[in-house]
């Protein structure tokens, strides 16, 4: 295939819409990890059940529907889980954390395949958004187009709300120092599950957006944790601002990695945890 | 408290009675589980070592492990090598991985530890899966078969007992000595230990170089078992099935991944010859152990024994 | 400032030491000397800047500019594992033990790695050096609870197995990190004499950290005052006593 400047933008355009995804995905579990401590190893998992939920209501109502229903579904199912089950565990250590991480994983792809089978599901652009724009000789699709948008639109969104409104700074206070703000009357383990349903919500967001033009298979959990566990220890525990730089910057590295070397496309996300990890633990936007 | 000392005699004598005649009264099929225990209980034990002992939770055994049945396979598929030399030096495959990741992993904490060694598993899975010249790509290796000694249902047995003793006894020395000790202070205080002149880092990357040594072990054991490779055996699950069996059991017991392994893998049996869907059980149970049982069933009895002395006492 | 007699052959030195967190001088051109044998103590009120004078030379942190230097040899900016090997030996304020050990094992892992048996991995580790090791015990003090886990102790007993780590080490410079705070009058008298008698035992050199002017006042031989991060005065107890900027720093006015 001959490489050009188009091809190379089209790659970088494609690229970006992907790494959107892989920020909004991130972005669940570097704020939680950043205002709770607590690592959420089952983050992918609760992606691919939002996939399949997206599946099953874009089938039967709507691509469109699935973008508020899939949401406030996760949103629901994240304050459940959260309540029920870390709430328990946030004194008992990173070890613990994990383990149940683990077990949510179990069950949660576990039923997935018990609810939709192991066939992939595949999903289809909405009529609304297909075909592609030609500018100066590239080709981009009108979907990554949508999906930049809307993303950038979420990513402002978030930082506002982080940044400048009262619940934000509560947020900000405690990462900060968790003591303090319980001292002050302030209810912690409200603000924690208001931060894990905002991160299961944006998880759910993320795989909604993905859904037509990716498709889902029963492994997509573990792929989808490690690149954002990439995307959040590269841009740094709790940051915003981080994990779109990171989230965008993985998936553009991707998309030329697969030009220069196809079959290690997916060797190479955990290649660069590893780098990332040894080289710089803290990330580049580190809060801590 | 002698009155226990003599029940714990007894229960061990039947326990290595059973063990000992077991081929012998036991169908093929529960002496296959009853290795299968054996060699879980190794991987599961080494990497107790490296959390129980050094305090470093590692999401990626299952490397070293599929590195050492991979190493098992191919040597005897594809060298003229002696069964036995392939038996000796397989884990050593696995050690050499764990020194490598070791040198990159052991300042890290906790947490960067148990991501960089599940990333370690994922990138070994990966690389297996496309190599097929080497490894047989997504199929595995099959067909691997051992003989004289090691042929049979009851030899394999034998053999697999034999080396999970001479195993465990290894890793009890090591785990008594003074390794083992500054491995602790160091599980305990690692700053602490920096202050006694403990060399914190190359510690940790030898108690890796010696955990994954064993569950290289176990891996070269898992084709003398099971015929094969195949590369699941290196995706981080089964890592996380031996950190499973590891808090089952109880992390800060010696016996404890033995305890988890029988525990897990009975119940793993029972409960696939009912419904398909065991790794949704297997979370279930994940959860309740930490939630309910976060000190192992040898924590569990451990605390009744010592109730049921205070009550005795009293 | 007086400048003590009898320089010769520099035991311990520490030559104009920096060290800055961000735009705070924590330690700033900070010069001192310890003779060896003697007990040494480093006062100064809180934000003196003590316990970052000590990591800096324990080597819990490395200078900005400066030297260390311990019996002849430049020791800046080495680890703390290096310095510990070297013969510096820290006890810590906040007590920073081993808790799920038992005392007993507390001081064995230091014996063991003072004995730089850290890495042997055959021979059983609760057989080695057992005499040494309650002799230690028996020195701080807590012989009767060497089976108890060290996270179960008293306050004050674990600040005993602070020292008592410390010194399992054959330290030939002592430093005490407070040994004495969170006592009460009659628990610091008792810790007191424990370490006088250490020292009478083992003959190190002590450099002791602290706030509280009696306890200085009944051991030094030599006191270096700190204040704002720098030297201020240093002098025998008798000068100190006497030196009117140390009352002002302590008993009148704000720093």
């Known amino acids: 295939m001959e490489i050009n400047a188009s091809l190379l933008a089209s790659l970088v355009i494609s690229g970006m819409a992907r790494g959107m995804i892989y920020f909004l995905l991130s972005c669940g579990l570097t704020i939680i990890f950043g205002v709770m401590g607590v690592v959420n190893f089952a983050h992918g998992a609760f992606y691919m059940l939002a996939f399949y939920i997206t599946f099953t209501v874009a089938n039967v109502i709507g691509f469109w529907s699935s973008l508020i229903i899939v949401p406030l579904v996760m949103i629901l199912v994240g304050a459940a889980v959260e309540r029920g089950l870390f709430q328990r565990v946030y004194k008992s250590g990173h070890v613990f954390q994990l383990l149940l991480s683990v077990g949510i994983i179990h069950v949660i792809s576990d039923l997935v395949r018990l609810l939709w089978g192991l066939d992939p599901k595949n999903g289809s652009i909405p009529n609304l958004l297909m075909g592609c724009f030609d500018i100066f000789g590239t080709v981009i699709s009108k979907y990554s187009i949508f999906i930049i948008g809307i993303s950038s639109v979420i990513a402002v969104v978030l930082i506002a709300i982080l940044y400048k409104s009262k619940i934000g700074s509560i947020i900000r206070a405690c990462v900060y120092d968790e003591e303090m703000t319980r001292g002050l009357g302030i209810n912690v383990s409200g603000v924690f599950s208001l931060v894990f349903m905002a991160g299961i919500g944006m998880a759910a967001v993320a795989a909604t957006i993905a859904y037509p033009m990716t498709s889902g298979t029963l492994g997509m959990d573990a792929q989808m944790i490690i690149i954002a566990f990439c995307v959040t220890i590269i841009g740094g525990v709790g940051s915003i601002g981080g994990a779109l730089v990171a989230g965008l910057v993985i998936a553009v590295v991707e998309s030329l990695g697969i030009l220069v070397l196809p079959q290690y496309a997916d060797t190479f996300i955990y290649i660069i945890v590893v780098a990332v990890l040894f080289f710089r633990p803290q990330g580049l936007f580190s809060i801590e | ?314 | 400032m007086t400048s003590s007699k009898g320089r010769v052959g520099m035991f311990f030195q520490v030559a104009n030491l920096e060290k800055s967190f961000g735009g705070l001088r924590a330690t700033d051109n900070v010069s001192l000397h310890i003779k060896q044998g003697d007990i040494c103590a480093l006062i100064g009120p809180n934000g003196a800047g003590k316990t970052t004078l000590f990591n800096l030379i324990t080597g819990a942190l490395k200078p900005d500019a400066g030297k260390v230097i311990f019996k002849g040899e430049d020791i800046t900016g080495k680890t703390a594992r290096e310095i510990t090997r070297k013969g510096i030996a820290r006890s810590f304020q906040i007590v920073n033990v081993f808790p799920m050990l038992t005392v007993y094992e507390n001081i064995m892992v230091a014996v063991l790695s003072q004995k730089r048996m850290s890495f042997n991995f055959f021979q059983p580790a609760k057989k080695i050096a057992r005499e040494e090791i309650i002799n230690h015990l028996e020195n701080i003090g807590l012989a009767a609870q060497a089976d108890m886990l060290a996270g179960q102790l008293s306050h004050g007993n674990q600040k005993r197995l602070e020292v008592g780590i410390a010194l399992a080490m054959r330290p030939t410079l002592l430093a005490l990190d407070e040994p004495t705070s969170g006592m009460s009058v009659e628990e610091k008298g008792d810790i007191l004499d424990t370490i006088k008698k250490i020292i009478k035992i083992t003959g190190c050199t002590v450099l002791l950290c602290e706030h509280d002017m009696n306890v200085i006042f009944e051991v030094s031989d030599y006191i270096w005052v700190l204040q704002n991060g720098r030297i201020v005065a240093n002098g025998t107890v008798r000068d100190i006593k006497s030196n009117e900027l140390v009352h002002r720093i302590y008993l009148g006015g704000k720093r």
């Open chain 2, 1 to 314: 408290m002698r009155g226990n000392r003599s029940f714990v005699w007894a229960v061990g004598c039947i326990i290595a009675i059973f063990l000992i005649s077991g081929p012998f009264i036991l169908p093929n099929f529960w002496t296959w589980i009853i290795i299968e225990i054996m060699v879980m209980s190794l991987a599961a034990m080494s990497v107790n070592f490296l959390l129980g002992y050094a305090g470093c939770l590692s999401f990626g055994h299952s490397a070293f492990y599929a590195a050492a049945a991979y190493a098992t396979a191919i040597m005897m598929t594809k060298t003229g090598m002696n069964q036995y030399q392939v038996l000796l030096l397989a884990p050593f495959t696995a050690a050499i991985l764990g020194a490598v990741i070791g040198l990159l992993v052991s300042r890290l904490y906790a947490f960067y530890y148990a991501i960089m060694t599940c990333a370690f598993a994922m990138i070994v899975w990966s690389i297996i899966r496309r190599l097929p010249g080497l490894t047989g790509g997504d199929t595995g290796i099959v067909g691997v078969q051992f003989t004289g000694l090691l042929n049979g249902m009851t030899n394999i047995y034998y053999f697999t007992l034999a080396v999970i003793i001479l195993c465990g006894l290894i890793l009890w020395v090591i785990g008594n000595s003074p390794l083992g000790w500054s491995l602790r202070a160091i599980r305990e205080n690692p700053d602490r230990s920096a202050f006694i002149s403990i060399d914190v880092i190359k510690q940790r990357c030898l108690a890796l170089v010696i955990s994954s040594f064993f569950c290289g072990v176990a891996g070269s054991l898992h084709v003398v078992y099971s015929f094969g490779a195949f590369p699941e055996l290196a995706f981080w699950t089964k890592s996380g099935d031996f950190v499973t069996i590891c808090i089952l059991g109880g992390i800060n017991s010696f016996l404890g991944p033995i305890v988890g392994s029988i525990a897990l893998i009975l119940f793993e049996t029972m409960i696939t010859s009912v419904t398909l869907y065991w790794p949704m059980v297997l979370g279930i149970i994940i959860c309740a152990v930490v939630f309910f049982m976060p000190e192992g069933i040898m924590g569990f009895v451990k605390k009744f024994g010592w109730e049921k002395m205070n009550e005795q006492k009293s």
